[in-house]
Every structure is written in C-alpha cells, then in structure tokens.
C-alpha cells in the first residue's frame, strides 16, 4: 500500500526566509503527486501537483516542489515566507482516483 | 475550477443525534468525496460518492454511521449518526477534476459533539 511521509510534524520560519517542507511517498510506480495547504479554519487548498514531465513544478502563491525519482520525494519550497503562510500543509499521492495524504506539518511564520 | 460549498459550516451537537452535511457544487462532477480530519489530524477518505450507485467506503468506516447520498451530480449529503465525542471532527467534501486524480475541496463542516 502506498503511504506518504512528513518527516517534520513542525517548522518555524522567519519571514523573508527560505522554506522547506519535506516529502516522501512509497509506491510502486511514479503516483501523482500533490500540496496541499489549510489555513486556520479553512479547507484545502491546492498548491501545486506533479503527473508527468518536468520535475520542477510551479505553483499558486510563489511555491515551487521538486519530484526526485531516485529519492522518492517531492519537497516544497519557497525562497521567501510571508506572515500569510503561516499554515499547515499537506503533502498528498494519488492512485486509482484516491488521495493518501501524510500527517501534515505547520509552519509558524515569526516576525 | 469548480465552486464547492457546505452547509452547516459548524454545529455543536449532543450525543446519540444525527447531523447532515451537504455539500453543494457549481458544475457537474462524477466523483464526490468524503473525508474526515480528527483535531489535530490529517485527513482519512471515508468514502466515495458516484452518483446513481451506492458510495463506496473506506476500511473502517460503515454506511449505517456514515450514509451518504447522491441525488445528482452536483450534490451530496453525509449524515453523521448516532453521535459521540469522538465523531468531533471537520468533515470535508471534494470533487475530482478532470482525467486525473486531483481533487477540490469545499470549506469543511466543523463538528463538535457533547
């Protein structure tokens, strides 16, 4: 069975920092691929998603994620954190129409 | 993309009542989902709701706590029955887009019970 992992349950950042949220998925062949984030009493919202092609994609809000066969992962990043990230986010495998998404990590953004 | 909504957005309900959720979408969708998120949690699919057939459910999640309904293809229900404290939860609906497995989600129905 597939499974998605978020190795950190928590991350603070300062804002105008760099951020990296790590990922990694176990599945038998390359799944599609998604980020979610959920903002403080809000649903999801999508970030971004990797099905095929080139490995860096681009998403909403100024993040960008990273799909690395030989590892097995799909970190999202950003170059510079504002207040208004301050969220939790999720990364997420598809398969077969269904979604498996990892434990989530928060990010607190400090001034 | 397509505009989902959810009515109640929260409710504070007593043990051993019923609460329905609805979920409301602006175009037509085969595929409705239903998830749950505990405090604190990540989210778990309860089930898969196609209209003109049964839902689908996940391991560990039944239909007569859990019924579903799919009248057409912009709306479904989900009652949660017969209720306890560990049914406080946010319950969200998605739809899937397009050929692949992408979903969308609505705003969630916050719940929390006596």
């Known amino acids: 069975a597939q499974s998605v992992t978020q190795p950190d349950i928590h991350i603070t950042v300062s804002e105008g920092a760099s951020l990296e949220l790590r990922c990694n998925y176990s599945?038998?062949?390359?799944?599609?691929l998604f980020w979610y984030v959920q903002s403080p009493g809000q649903g999801l919202q999508l970030l971004l998603k990797?099905?095929?092609?080139?490995?860096l994609v681009q998403g909403i809000k100024g993040f960008e994620a990273e799909f690395k066969r030989s590892q097995s992962s799909f970190n999202l990043r950003k170059p510079s954190v504002h207040w208004s990230d301050a969220a939790e986010y999720f990364c997420a495998v598809g398969q077969n129409y269904k979604l498996s998404f990892g434990a989530g990590t928060t990010v607190t953004v400090r001034a | 993309s397509a505009v989902i909504s959810q009515k109640p957005s929260r409710d504070i309900c007593q043990r051993g009542t019923s609460l329905t959720i609805q979920c409301q979408v602006d175009?037509?969708?085969?595929?409705m989902f239903w998830y749950r998120q505990q405090p604190g949690q990540s989210l778990t699919l309860i089930a898969t709701?196609?209209?003109?057939?049964?839902?689908?459910?996940e391991s560990g999640f039944v239909i007569d706590k859990f019924p579903i309904s799919r009248p057409n293809l912009t709306f479904s229900t989900l009652t949660v029955s017969n209720m306890s404290p560990e049914d406080s939860s946010i319950y969200l609906c998605?739809?899937?887009?397009?050929?692949?497995?992408?979903?969308?989600f609505g705003p969630g129905t916050r719940l929390t019970v006596l």
């Open positions: 998605s739809i899937k887009a397009g050929v692949t497995d992408t979903q969308y």
């Open positions: 599945y038998g062949a390359t799944p599609y």
């Open positions: 175009s037509q969708v085969t595929m």
């Open positions: 990797y099905f095929s092609g080139d490995t």
């Open positions: 709701a196609n209209q003109g057939s049964e839902a689908t459910y």
